[in-house]
């Protein structure tokens, strides 16, 4: 196993994390649309037939044809099959969603119509049609989705219109999580020289808004070589992607990069030049059935673990998903956000109501989590650069739930 000695460049370890889960997307899978939301397409959504399929009417009222008076000849609902109306003068009572009779001229509101002691009914056709025409939402086989993009319930209600009752998605990224430290508790409050471990209760959280399935944290691993390999060894029999906190570095008690190497494997990104989160890394390791295997090593402060979150298995899991990894967005900063001198800066932010402008939180420190909890993303300060207030920046928002819409 080989590493640059430089960090890479945030932009750079964004790219390098979404190839390697690009290149290393599992298998697709057939499933019922009860089970899609969440998920992702694997193939695109096709149209079965013309949207809507026959002529619908939008309104409740009157089929006619020809000039008034028109006499009644029939009556057609929802659901059935309408009959021509071959007869000039006649007209068929119609509700909404009901099908167009062929030789139909016009409809007619039934609140904008009268009939005569006869039963006859006359009344005035709007200028527009008061009806859907065939393939007017999409015709047959055109695309309505590409690959790669994300089901929600919007997704599923499109697909069972079109008349899917399954349909082919990527298979669920499978994660876990490993906290190392022999100084963390996982109940009570801190002191005496511990300190409570809030990353193992909130990192399975962060992994589910991206699409992965994952169970609770195990840990803290003890801080010996032997354990962190066992644990590793374990977890990677059964995840895709191993999450794992701290020993990013190499302190007398950092074991990651010695049991990366005891396993064989490849470094994806080892470092990144960014602030704060610069020791997280990312490596591959390969499976028994031939297909790799990921490891991603957050940075012990909680901050930092989440940087490396977003930065790179955030990214990782958008490729093993198939889906396209978003631009980001443009956002205007209210107040002057510093630069870390040839870092990237990802500064905690809280959008306004409309979602154009940021303001810096308070309490950022790498190890704090009292600003993350009140901020929507990052603020991007690139490299070499500061932001000045009313500066336009990129803006890397926190995740929302799978399949959720921003």
Request: glycine letters at 12%; one cysteine or more; a negative charge.
């Amino acid at each position: 196993m080989s590493a640059d000695d430089l960090p890479v460049a945030w932009d750079r370890a964004r790219t390098l994390a979404y190839e390697a889960g690009r290149a290393a997307a599992g298998p697709a899978e057939v499933i019922s649309l009860a089970e899609a939301d969440g998920r992702t397409l694997a193939e695109p959504l096709r149209a079965l037939t013309d949207l809507p399929a026959f002529p619908t009417s939008s309104i409740d009222g009157w089929a006619v044809r020809g000039p008034q008076p028109w006499r009644p000849v029939g009556r057609v609902l929802a659901g059935g099959v309408a009959p021509p109306l071959d007869e000039t003068g006649t007209c068929v009572e119609i509700a909404t969603g009901a099908m167009v009779p062929a030789g139909a001229d016009a409809l007619v509101r039934v609140e904008e119509s009268t009939r005569d002691a006869d039963g006859r009914v006359s009344g005035k056709p709007r200028d527009l049609p008061e009806w859907r025409l065939p393939g007017e939402e999409a015709h047959k086989d055109e695309m309505l989705l590409p690959a790669g993009a994300a089901i929600d319930p919007a997704v599923i209600g499109v697909a069972a219109t079109c008349g899917y009752e399954t349909l082919t998605v990527r298979a669920v990224p499978r994660a876990t999580v490993l906290v190392f430290g022999d100084e963390l508790l996982t109940a009570g409050t801190p002191g005496a020289g511990r300190v409570r471990d809030s990353l193992g209760p909130q990192v399975p959280g962060w992994l589910r808004r991206y699409g992965a399935t994952v169970g609770p944290a195990a840990g803290p691993v003890h801080d010996t070589l032997d354990a962190h390999l066992e644990a590793v060894r374990s977890a990677l029999e059964t995840a895709d992607l191993v999450c794992t906190t701290g020993g990013t570095m190499h302190g007398p008690v950092d074991h990651l990069h010695p049991t990366l190497a005891e396993l064989g494997a490849e470094y994806v990104v080892n470092t990144v030049a960014v602030r704060p989160g610069f020791p997280m890394l990312l490596a591959r390791v390969p499976g028994t059935d031939g297909r790799w295997r990921f490891l991603a090593g957050l940075p012990g402060n909680p901050q930092s673990a989440v940087i490396a979150l977003i930065t790179l298995v955030a990214p990782l899991l958008a490729g093993l998903q198939g889906r396209e990894l978003p631009p980001l967005p443009t956002v205007t900063v209210s107040a002057a956000v510093p630069g870390r001198g040839s870092f990237t800066h990802l500064a905690l932010a809280r959008r306004d109501q409309l979602g154009r402008s940021v303001t810096p939180v308070g309490h950022v420190g790498s190890a704090m989590l009292r600003g993350l909890s009140n901020a929507h993303g990052f603020a991007v300060v690139r490299p070499d650069t500061a932001a000045a207030a009313g500066d336009e920046v990129p803006f890397l928002p926190l995740p929302l739930m799978p399949g959720e819409r921003p």
